[in-house]
Each structure stands twice: as structure tokens, then as C-alpha cells.
């Protein structure tokens, strides 16, 4: 019985010219917007990847200098993108590509593509995510809104109750005949992206698509069972369509909009110049703001002559300059730390807060799941800042310690180092977290998703009964 039901289903979308006509603009457009996403990506990926291996050998090409004003010479690191961020885009247009690493400062990141954005594109990119997150749901409401409602319009549904057909029987029928209906317009996109994906990335690629298939098959699954619950009990199919569209709207506009400002409002952020000021502050006179650089130097220098029992600094066994240099940096480091680890809680705590409007919206939880596994989220970028934040410390370390092992007394700043120096910096690499930490990072995401899906399964087992008139 389910099967036929699936079947006359499946049958009157499949002739219906409408469902023709939709499914081929949003096919399309999932197509196109994964197809030149993908274009854009490997371009962009070729260039960031010329752009490495260029700062690299500038590094290493650099002339027999002082190892200080080597470490302010400094080199880009650029943040590479897993292939799948050609679907989902994520932060990464507002938070930078690129990081300039140097003696005394953790820099912001620069070249954000949304500041180049036109008007138009300040209304968000249109990806292949995009399209999955907002058109698909659109397109299932139309497909299915009148599934019950128009056929109580029709007086078809008074026909099937005569005959005994089970509500549950003829819910489970028409859901299958809208998702067969829905997969001819899925199954090619996804071969084309798996093909994409697995040329690429090869079978981890393959193992995060498959991971993101999932969660948008299961988002679809919760539309698709609300759809059918909302056609189920209106009235009439223009009752259906109009709350349908309500909820269209609410889920994808309204609720991820008022739960981003919400969550901007309970947990506000420094501009980029009060964070600027207070680290520069933090710097001068400490995070206590009872220590300045005067006083740290005037004990350091102390404590060395006391620790090695000699009356200045030239008789230390060491270069002064050097190691008090390190010890800055390493102040510094304390400095960046405190301050750039309240900045990440902030946003953390802006993504938890966010994760509460996924209770009147499942999109909510989707796009933190889709950006995960795409590479693109906030703590996948956090990583990778750690990461090249990490690498600049190694740098200005080995910088500093070549000037307090080899310099002589007072020549600090006159000691000069080759290529030898330059090379025993081994070349920035990066490594993205793996899927496991994305399903870590976001397991709320994914139960909030289950639940909504537990919920649609519950209400529509409950749905026993249907008016037929």
C-alpha cells in the first residue's frame, strides 16, 4: 500500500510542469553555484599556495643580516581552505586569509573578500550552500503543502479514509513520493560534487561530503515531515501554504538574524581599536598594569648578575640583549594570550547563545554543522591563528636565542647571521582539525538537529486521524 502511494505520488510531481520548472531553476542553480564555487577554489587555492612558497624562499633568501630585523622582516602565513569550503563558505570572508608574522606583535588578519563586497553581496554569498539551506526547503513547501490539504480540497481524501488507508500509512506514502521526486534533482548535483570533492581531496574529501549529505538529508527529512504535519491539519491548501511560508521564513530569515544580534548584544566584543589600545597598554605596563617595561628590564637584568654573580651585564656568559629580548617576547606572549583568549571565549559564547534560536529554527544548527565539516567555522579558523601564532613565537625565538648565544658583549644589534639561521626555520605548514573534532566542536549542533528530528518523527506516528472535509 505504501508503495503505491509512493508510487501515485511520485507520478503526479514528476508530470506536473510546475514541479518541472522549479526543480530545474533550483538544480540549476545548485549546479552553477558548486561549479564555479569549485572554479573559484582551486584558483584561489593555486594563488594562496604560490603565495607561501613565494614568502618562503624570500625568507630563506634573505642577506646575511642581524637576526633582529630578520624576525621584523617577518613573512605572510596564508590560510589554505579544505576543498569542500566551495559549498560552504562559512566566516572565512570576514575574517581574513592571511596573517603577517613579526618581532613584538600577534597581528589581526587582513584581506577580508566581504570588505570588496559589493551591495548586493552584503546579503550573503550565493553557494552551493546556500542554495541547500534556503531554495531546497522552498522548493519541498511547494511540492508538498497541498499533499493533504488539497486533496480534502479535491474530496479525493474522503475517498482513500472510506477505503481504511492508515493516516500513517498514507503519510509515510506521500513522503516517499516526495522524496523520490526530490532525488532527481539531488543524486546528479551530488555526483558532480563528489566527483569534484574526490579529485580534490581524495577519500577523506569523500568522507566529509558524505558527513555533510547527511546532515542536509536529515534537515531536509525535518522540512519535508513538517510540511506534511502543516498539510495535514489545515484547511485548505492556501491555509497550508500560507503557514508554511511563515515558517519558511521565520526558520531561514527571521530567527538566524534576531539570535545573531541577540547573541552580539549578551556578548559584546571590543572594536578592533579598544582591543588594539588595551593590548598596547597590557604590553607597557602589564596585565595588572602595575609593571612596566622599565621595571621588568631593571629586575631581569637584577636577578641574571645576582643568579651568575657578576657586576654587569657584559660579564654574563650570554648577550644581555638577546635574552632580554626573548624574555619581552615572551611577556608579550603572555599579553596576546590573555587577551586574544577572552576575545575567542567571547565568540565561542556568541555561537552557544546563537544555538539557542535553533529551537524555533533547525537552520541554525545546520549551518554551524555544514561550516564544521567544511572547514570554514570560527573554530577552525581559531586553529589555524593558533597555529601560525605558534610558528611566529618559533620564529622570534630562534632569532633572539642566535643573538644571546653568539653575539658578543654590545653587539646586539650589530651581530649579523646567514642563510644558515634563516633555513633552520622549518617552512609553515598546516594542518586542519579532522572530522572528529568537527563532530566534537559541534555536538550540540547535531543533537539540537536529532531532536528536531525525534520531534517531526513523534508528531507525525501521533497523526492517527485526519478530517476529511
Same mark, same amino acid.
Given at each position: 500500500?505504501? *508503495?503505491?502511494?509512493?508510487?501515485?505520488?511520485?507520478?503526479?510531481?514528476?508530470?506536473?510542469?510546475?514541479?518541472?520548472?522549479?526543480?530545474?531553476?533550483?538544480?540549476?542553480?545548485?549546479?552553477?553555484?558548486?561549479?564555479?564555487?569549485?572554479?573559484? $577554489? *582551486?584558483?584561489?587555492?593555486?594563488?594562496?599556495?604560490?603565495?607561501?612558497?613565494?614568502?618562503?624562499?624570500?625568507?630563506?633568501?634573505?642577506?646575511?643580516?642581524?637576526?633582529?630585523?630578520?624576525?621584523?622582516?617577518?613573512?605572510?602565513?596564508?590560510?589554505?581552505?579544505?576543498?569542500?569550503?566551495?559549498?560552504?563558505?562559512?566566516?572565512?570572508?570576514?575574517?581574513?586569509?592571511?596573517?603577517?608574522?613579526?618581532?613584538? *606583535?600577534?597581528?589581526?588578519?587582513?584581506?577580508?573578500?566581504?570588505?570588496?563586497?559589493?551591495?548586493?553581496?552584503?546579503?550573503?554569498? $550565493?553557494?552551493?550552500?546556500?542554495?541547500?539551506?534556503?531554495?531546497?526547503?522552498?522548493?519541498?513547501?511547494?511540492?508538498?503543502?497541498?499533499?493533504?490539504?488539497?486533496?480534502?480540497?479535491?474530496?479525493?481524501?474522503?475517498?482513500?479514509?472510506?477505503?481504511?488507508?492508515?493516516?500513517?500509512?498514507?503519510?509515510?506514502?506521500?513522503?516517499?513520493?516526495?522524496?523520490?521526486?526530490?532525488?532527481?534533482?539531488?543524486?546528479?548535483?551530488?555526483?558532480?560534487?563528489?566527483?569534484?570533492?574526490?579529485?580534490?581531496?581524495?577519500?577523506?574529501?569523500?568522507?566529509?561530503?558524505?558527513?555533510?549529505?547527511?546532515?542536509?538529508?536529515?534537515?531536509?527529512?525535518?522540512?519535508?515531515?513538517?510540511?506534511?504535519?502543516?498539510?495535514?491539519?489545515?484547511?485548505?491548501?492556501?491555509?497550508?501554504?500560507?503557514?508554511?511560508?511563515?515558517?519558511?521564513?521565520?526558520?531561514?530569515?527571521?530567527?538566524?538574524?534576531?539570535?545573531?544580534?541577540?547573541?552580539?548584544?549578551?556578548?559584546?566584543?571590543?572594536?578592533?581599536?579598544?582591543?588594539?589600545?588595551?593590548?598596547?597598554?597590557?604590553?607597557?605596563?602589564?596585565?595588572?598594569?602595575?609593571?612596566?617595561?622599565?621595571?621588568?628590564?631593571?629586575?631581569?637584568?637584577?636577578?641574571?648578575?645576582? %643568579?651568575?654573580?657578576?657586576?654587569?651585564?657584559?660579564?654574563?656568559?650570554?648577550?644581555?640583549?638577546?635574552?632580554?629580548?626573548?624574555?619581552?617576547?615572551?611577556?608579550?606572549?603572555?599579553?596576546?594570550?590573555?587577551?586574544?583568549?577572552?576575545?575567542?571565549?567571547?565568540?565561542?559564547?556568541?555561537?552557544?547563545?546563537?544555538?539557542?534560536?535553533?529551537?524555533?529554527?533547525?537552520?541554525?544548527?545546520?549551518?554551524?554543522?555544514?561550516?564544521?565539516?567544511?572547514?570554514?567555522?570560527?573554530?577552525?579558523?581559531?586553529?589555524?591563528?593558533?597555529?601560525?601564532?605558534?610558528?611566529? *613565537?618559533?620564529?622570534?625565538?630562534?632569532?633572539?636565542?642566535?643573538? %644571546?648565544?653568539?653575539?658578543?658583549?654590545?653587539?646586539?644589534?650589530?651581530?649579523?647571521?646567514?642563510?644558515?639561521?634563516?633555513?633552520?626555520?622549518?617552512?609553515?605548514?598546516?594542518?586542519?582539525?579532522?572530522?572528529?573534532?568537527? $563532530?566534537?566542536?559541534?555536538?550540540?549542533?547535531?543533537?539540537?538537529?536529532?531532536? $528536531?528530528?525525534?520531534?517531526?518523527?513523534?508528531?507525525?506516528?501521533?497523526?492517527?486521524?485526519?478530517?476529511?472535509?
Amino acid at each position: 500500500m505504501i *508503495r503505491e502511494i509512493a508510487r501515485k505520488e511520485f507520478r503526479e510531481l514528476t508530470r506536473d510542469g510546475r514541479f518541472r520548472l522549479s526543480a530545474g531553476i533550483v538544480g540549476g542553480l545548485l549546479l552553477v553555484a558548486s561549479l564555479a564555487g569549485f572554479t573559484a $577554489w *582551486r584558483e584561489q587555492a593555486a594563488q594562496r599556495d604560490a603565495a607561501q612558497n613565494s614568502m618562503q624562499a624570500l625568507w630563506f633568501g634573505q642577506p646575511a643580516k642581524n637576526p633582529h630585523s630578520a624576525a621584523h622582516y617577518g613573512l605572510w602565513a596564508f590560510k589554505p581552505q579544505l576543498p569542500l569550503s566551495f559549498i560552504d563558505r562559512g566566516v572565512d570572508p570576514y575574517v581574513g586569509t592571511a596573517s603577517w608574522l613579526e618581532a613584538h *606583535r600577534q597581528n589581526e588578519f587582513r584581506f577580508r573578500p566581504a570588505m570588496d563586497a559589493t551591495a548586493a553581496q552584503r546579503f550573503g554569498d $550565493w553557494t552551493a550552500a546556500a542554495v541547500l539551506q534556503h531554495l531546497v526547503p522552498l522548493l519541498i513547501i511547494v511540492l508538498a503543502f497541498g499533499a493533504f490539504a488539497g486533496e480534502r480540497e479535491r474530496g479525493t481524501l474522503r475517498q482513500l479514509a472510506s477505503l481504511g488507508v492508515p493516516t500513517r500509512a498514507l503519510m509515510t506514502g506521500k513522503a516517499l513520493g516526495v522524496a523520490a521526486a526530490l532525488a532527481l534533482l539531488l543524486i546528479p548535483v551530488a555526483v558532480v560534487g563528489s566527483a569534484l570533492v574526490l579529485n580534490a581531496m581524495g577519500a577523506d574529501g569523500l568522507l566529509r561530503l558524505a558527513a555533510m549529505t547527511a546532515v542536509y538529508l536529515a534537515y531536509f527529512g525535518v522540512v519535508l515531515g513538517a510540511t506534511l504535519l502543516v498539510s495535514a491539519k489545515a484547511r485548505t491548501a492556501r491555509a497550508a501554504l500560507v503557514v508554511l511560508l511563515a515558517a519558511w521564513a521565520v526558520n531561514g530569515i527571521v530567527a538566524p538574524r534576531l539570535a545573531a544580534d541577540v547573541a552580539r548584544m549578551a556578548h559584546p566584543t571590543p572594536t578592533a581599536r579598544e582591543f588594539t589600545a588595551e593590548v598596547q597598554t597590557a604590553l607597557a605596563n602589564g596585565i595588572d598594569g602595575h609593571s612596566p617595561a622599565s621595571a621588568r628590564g631593571k629586575t631581569l637584568e637584577d636577578s641574571l648578575l645576582k %643568579a651568575y654573580n657578576v657586576a654587569k651585564v657584559e660579564e654574563l656568559p650570554f648577550n644581555f640583549n638577546g635574552f632580554a629580548m626573548q624574555r619581552g617576547e615572551e611577556h608579550g606572549n603572555e599579553v596576546f594570550d590573555h587577551y586574544f583568549d577572552e576575545l575567542w571565549s567571547t565568540y565561542a559564547a556568541q555561537d552557544r547563545s546563537q544555538l539557542l534560536g535553533a529551537v524555533a529554527s533547525p537552520l541554525i544548527a545546520v549551518r554551524f554543522l555544514s561550516m564544521g565539516i567544511a572547514g570554514t567555522d570560527a573554530a577552525q579558523h581559531r586553529a589555524f591563528a593558533t597555529s601560525a601564532e605558534n610558528y611566529r *613565537r618559533e620564529l622570534n625565538k630562534k632569532m633572539n636565542d642566535a643573538i %644571546a648565544e653568539n653575539a658578543g658583549a654590545g653587539q646586539a644589534f650589530t651581530y649579523q647571521a646567514d642563510e644558515t639561521l634563516w633555513r633552520s626555520l622549518e617552512p609553515f605548514t598546516y594542518e586542519a582539525p579532522g572530522l572528529g573534532s568537527v $563532530w566534537r566542536t559541534h555536538l550540540v549542533s547535531a543533537v539540537v538537529l536529532l531532536l $528536531w528530528m525525534g520531534l517531526v518523527a513523534v508528531l507525525t506516528r501521533r497523526s492517527t486521524s485526519l478530517a476529511v472535509v
